[in-house]
């Protein structure tokens, strides 16, 4: 690896690691906190690129926008993925990064059907590993039915890049409208669509840096059957799949667009049971990890039995859950815990777990 030529080029999250850091004032550097999600990522977002782009920034910041003038109405998004390894249990950065694009189609309210896939290789990276990421790609777009139209190769040298960088663009038809923030009301339920944290536990053992070694698979997957099964209900406000930052993050988010507060149930979070046990002997909380095949869907309550039961009636939604409520006051997030306490789910700061998705 590339020797750090001056004091600059060491993030200052690595030239001090015993150091107390403040997350809030170290704004001069990008730290690897900036792309976990929360309130960093956010700031940096909205201070540098939609600040800085003004009036060609993006008119909405969710996971698919409306390309204008098109009929039918095409939704677009695109997504740069990381992952270390590159290949764990239960996925890879080919059918992550397939997953992570038509994801975000399908919590909008679109089908895919176009992606580009631009890659960034660091020289040294073999070819064998190569062809298997992509042949990844291409099988968890083929499931999807979604078409590779457009790509572009870099490579970067020896040192100066993270093996693979995958960055896809995915354009689909919207068939659903109105998912939005400015829906969601006072008493609408809150689903998730199977177990949460997943997807960071199986890549944090993969990296066996714990030396630990566990049955957790990534829950990698493609949620377009979970979206389609809730589209035809006309109490359906919202869905977003919870990546990076997790479910406390998605939580925060709604928050924070809507001025409503939402209310959690410990008990009723679908969590599994290896996937707690690492989490508590390593101090992590799964409700802060990415999930890579999950959906949170806000529903109006009297349909939200229904909603649960179309999920159920899935293999990818077996473990759906109503977990908890929205309700009116501060806008914040309620944790009811399963001892009958409560505590706040506060926005992310620090990075969990780094090069997750």
């Known amino acids: 690896m590339r020797k750090p030529e001056h004091d600059r080029d060491v993030p200052p999250s690595r030239a001090n690691p015993g150091a107390k850091r403040d997350p809030v004032a170290m704004n001069e550097r990008v730290l690897l906190a900036h792309g976990n999600g929360g309130r960093l990522m956010r700031d940096l977002i909205e201070e540098v690129f939609v600040g800085t782009l003004g009036e060609a920034a ?3 910041l969710s996971d698919a926008s409306a390309l204008p003038e098109a009929s039918p109405t095409l ?10 390894p590159l290949e764990f249990p239960g996925g890879d950065l ?4 397939v997953h992570g694009s038509v994801n975000d189609l399908a919590v909008s309210g679109a089908v895919p059907r176009w ?3 631009a890659a960034i290789l660091e020289e040294g990276t073999q070819i064998s590993l190569l062809q298997r990421l992509v042949a990844s790609f291409a099988r968890a777009a083929h499931r999807v039915g979604a078409r590779v139209v457009a790509g572009d190769t870099k490579v970067v040298p020896y040192g100066r890049g993270g093996g693979v960088y995958f960055v896809v663009t995915g354009i689909g038809v919207r068939v659903r409208e109105a998912l939005d923030l400015s829906r969601i009301q006072v008493g609408d339920a809150i689903l998730v669509s199977g177990p949460v944290g997943d997807h960071g536990i199986a890549v944090m053992l993969a990296r066996e840096q714990f030396g630990m070694h566990g049955d957790v698979r990534s829950d990698s997957a493609p949620v377009l059957d979970l979206c389609r099964a809730l589209w035809p209900l006309s109490g359906l406000r919202f869905m977003r799949d919870p ?3 997790g479910i406390a993050t998605v939580a925060n988010e709604i928050c924070r667009g809507t001025g409503l507060g939402l209310s959690l149930s410990e008990a009723a979070m679908p969590l599994r049971p290896t996937t707690v046990s690492v989490c508590e002997m390593l101090g992590y909380d ?8 999950r959906v949170l869907a806000i529903v109006a309550p009297d349909q939200a039995t229904q909603a649960l039961q179309h999920w159920r009636e899935l293999e990818s939604g077996r473990s759906a859950a109503i977990i908890g409520h929205v309700e009116a006051g501060s806008a914040r997030v309620a944790l009811r815990t399963a001892a009958g306490g409560e505590r706040v789910l506060d926005e992310l700061l620090d990075d969990p777990l780094p090069r997750i998705c």
């Open 115 to 117: 992606l580009t896939l």
């Open 75 to 84: 939704m677009v998004t695109t997504d740069g993925f990381t992952v270390e």
């Open 58 to 60: 993006p008119e909405c």
């Open 94 to 97: 080919g059918s992550l990064a």
């Open 286 to 293: 799964p409700l802060y990890l990415a999930c890579e095949g």
């Open 243 to 245: 990546t990076r930052g």
